[in-house]
């Protein structure tokens, strides 16, 4: 039978106090509401009580389809005859409330009878679909003040049996209060505000990112137990406060004490070792962390108000931040030495092609591929380094991708120390099909301090002493924190000549430029048939929420910087740029480069380094690529995610950890060794033998 075709019946017994619930028929719903029919109501109830048949799994209101009359009839004294009524103006207040719950068991609860004065002073005109809905409305509050009055009860009993303590008794009730009020308002909230507070728990979940989950994973053992180096830690705070107490006692000529606390210090640290976790402790540790408080116990209450502990704690904290942030600047210090130090075996390939150029190389023209070199049909890729290998897996990884090697020309430029060195690696090891150019800046005559900016802020005073000047406020004993910017690679034009491509290739109309520290993943080919859109740079966006976006490059306090450009407009990455020439030379990009360049002489605008300068210089003019085509952040970031590394067409160790430094990241390292020759005589020679 349908629960939609019930409607619910309430009636009374001769007793006031007694509410009985029962299911009936649409045809039976009577709205008992005077206390004259109460006996009608009841020959009625009993009358139809054996048809109603109820199924609990159909219907949602189980827990009403069957009421006991046992609470009755123990009352009339167990025989059915009524008894006396000695208290019934006082039971008037409440009434019981009989039924059985889904599995069968009878349960009992009372009301205030004051609560449904709703439901007796009904107008005789109202249906039992009134009395209904005002049920359906308030059983779940029915039901929490049943259980509420039951933990009251068995508290009271409990409380009867033992002391009752005031101050606990008092928070036990102020919890009550809390308990009921936030159940009551979860009771009474509407759908909408419940699923307004889902869908806000959804969107939530949806924008957290956790850069850092494969650090710290709950699933490693070091966090299986949150406290399993607390013994290990308490010892530690131990040992600072026996120093604080012992030279305050020291200081007191109490020899005693300090003696007491010298010697707890002593066995401690005996006890501690190297341990960094509680298992590498000595057995004895906790035995020794006991002795240890109880003299910092009679420690304390012999110094209890002194204001000597104050000071000494606050010296020792004093004293701590300056060893950390002497360890800080040091730290940065050796990263950075570490970072621009060339390695042995890496100097010992340029030294040994070096020697093999002079000693066997014999250059020679070959005009085909000079045909090539300007052919704006191909693709054509810049690369600017010092670094054979790392160039070497550049092209290596790029032509190892591509559909059409014979189609791909790599332009090369280095200095002239490393010159001979690039030019003899890719002689023995030209990729296969592919075209290489490898060029000496040195050997662009247009490339003077008459014409370039920055050549001719390297030659200033200024930044001779900003570099060479061991007292310079940048050197390490002044604690400047930004000794990044000191890196030589920032005095090498090598750095800056990505803002020349039209000088460098004039007959070219687009070409991908490429850092050294990147490898390359699958065919770019792709990128020469993205529409830029009239833009100049093809790059992709660095910014995520509030970092990396212009406010964190350039210096807005300045009126010239603000009054040009937006703080929160996104920056891009230099590494993967496609860059349309023929655009870049109708809207002068070199010009707009010098003139920004030239206010930063002071170093004002920004510091120094190629991006911001690039930010400025394609502010408006910058295409933005999409993600997958350059992930960054393998050279200074561990949490990077393996599937944004494993979907890129290139990924970029920028930062200090470069994949051919020991301080690389081990787990990043084997994408760039992947392209590494280690078969070749010159890497056996030079790193199979360090």
């Known amino acids: 039978m349908s629960t939609s075709l019930f409607n619910y019946f309430v009636g009374y017994t001769s007793r006031p106090d007694i509410l009985f619930v029962s299911v009936l028929s649409p045809s039976l719903a009577l709205a008992p509401c005077k206390m004259e029919i109460r006996r009608s109501i009841l020959l009625l109830f009993f009358l139809f009580q054996g048809t109603i048949i109820v199924s609990s799994a159909q219907s949602e209101f189980s827990f009403l389809r069957k009421f006991s009359f046992s609470n009755r009839h123990e009352e009339n004294g167990g025989d059915g005859r009524k008894q006396p009524c000695t208290n019934c103006h006082d039971e008037q207040e409440s009434i019981t409330v009989a039924y059985t719950n889904p599995s069968g068991a009878i349960r009992t609860f009372k009301i205030n009878f004051k609560e449904l004065s709703s439901l007796n002073q009904t107008k005789e005109t109202a249906g039992l679909g009134d009395i209904s809905n005002e049920l359906l409305v308030n059983r779940s509050e029915l039901s929490l003040t049943s259980r509420l009055e039951a933990n009251d009860q068995t508290r009271s009993q409990i409380q009867n049996d033992e002391p009752i303590d005031p101050i606990k008794r008092k928070r ?21 505000n419940e699923t307004d507070i889902q869908n806000a728990a ?36 131990q040992i600072i406060m026996a120093k604080v107490y012992a030279s305050i006692f020291y200081s007191k000529k109490e020899l005693d004490l300090y003696q007491l606390l010298i010697m707890r210090i002593k066995e401690n640290q005996d006890a501690i070792g190297d341990a960094s976790s509680d298992n590498e402790l000595h057995e004895s540790a906790l035995e020794q962390a006991k002795a240890m408080g109880h003299a910092l116990t009679s420690a304390k209450d012999k110094l209890h108000k002194s204001e000597e502990i104050e000071k000494k704690i606050r010296a020792i904290l004093q004293l701590s931040e300056e060893k950390i942030n002497s360890a800080k600047k040091q730290n940065t210090f050796l990263v950075q030495h570490a970072a621009k130090t060339v390695p042995k075996p890496l100097h010992c390939l340029h030294l040994q ?44 990884s790029t032509v190892a991708h591509a559909k059409e090697p014979h189609k791909h020309v790599f332009h090369i430029v280095t200095d002239r120390l490393n010159f001979p060195a690039m030019k003899m690696w890719f002689r023995m090891h030209p990729p ?59 005095l090498s034009m090598l750095n800056h000549l990505r803002f020349y491509m039209p000088e460098v290739y004039p007959k070219l109309n687009k070409i991908l430029f490429l850092d050294d520290d990147v490898v ?18 093809g790059a992709v966006e660095t910014c995520k929420e509030s970092f990396h976006r212009f406010d964190t490059y350039l210096n807005f306090s300045n009126p010239k910087i603000s009054e040009n450009f937006d703080p929160r407009a996104c920056g891009w990455a230099f590494g993967m740029n496609m860059f349309d020439l023929k655009e870049w030379k109708k809207r002068n990009i070199t010009g707009i480069y010098h003139y920004w360049q030239d206010l ?37 970031d561990p949490a990077v995610d393996p599937k944004e590394i494993e979907s890129a067409a290139v990924v970029h160790y920028n930062g200090n950890y470069k994949p051919w430094l020991d301080l690389a990241i081990a787990k990043y390292k084997h994408y760039w060794s992947n392209y590494v020759k280690f078969d070749n005589p010159y890497i056996q020679r030079c790193f199979m033998n360090d």
């Open 202 to 237: 959804i969107n939530r979940t949806k924008y957290f990112v956790n850069k850092v989950q494969d650090r710290y994973s709950i699933w490693r053992v070091l966090y299986q137990n949150p406290m399993s180096d607390s013994v290990l830690m308490l010892m530690k705070d």
């Open 600 to 636: 930063n002489e002071d170093r004002k605008l920004w510091k120094l380094g190629s991006l911001p300068p690039g930010l400025i210089t394609f502010y408006n003019l910058t295409y933005p690529l999409n993600r997958t085509w350059h992930v960054l952040g393998l050279g200074y």
């Open 172 to 192: 036990e009730l102020l919890r009550q209060k809390r308990r009921e009020k936030r159940t009551m308002d979860l009771i009474h909230m509407s759908q909408e």
């Open 520 to 537: 390359v993943q699958r065919d770019l080919t792709p990128l020469w048939s993205v529409n830029l859109k009239g833009m100049v740079n």
């Open 432 to 490: 296969n099909h592919a075209t290489i150019q490898v060029q000496n800046i040195d050997n662009f005559k247009w490339l003077n301090s008459s014409y370039c900016s920055v050549l001719r802020q390297l030659e200033s005073a200024r930044i001779k002493e900003y570099y060479f000047k061991f007292n310079h406020p940048s050197s390490l004993s002044a604690g400047h924190e930004n000794l990044k910017y000191r890196n030589p690679k920032y």
């Open 353 to 396: 092609l070096t020697n093999d150029y002079y000693n066997y190389y014999k250059e020679e023209k070959f005009e085909e591929e000079k045909s090539k070199l300007e052919d704006s049909s191909l693709y054509h890729y810049a690369v600017f380094s010092d670094n054979v290998l790392a160039t070497s897996v550049v092209i290596n």
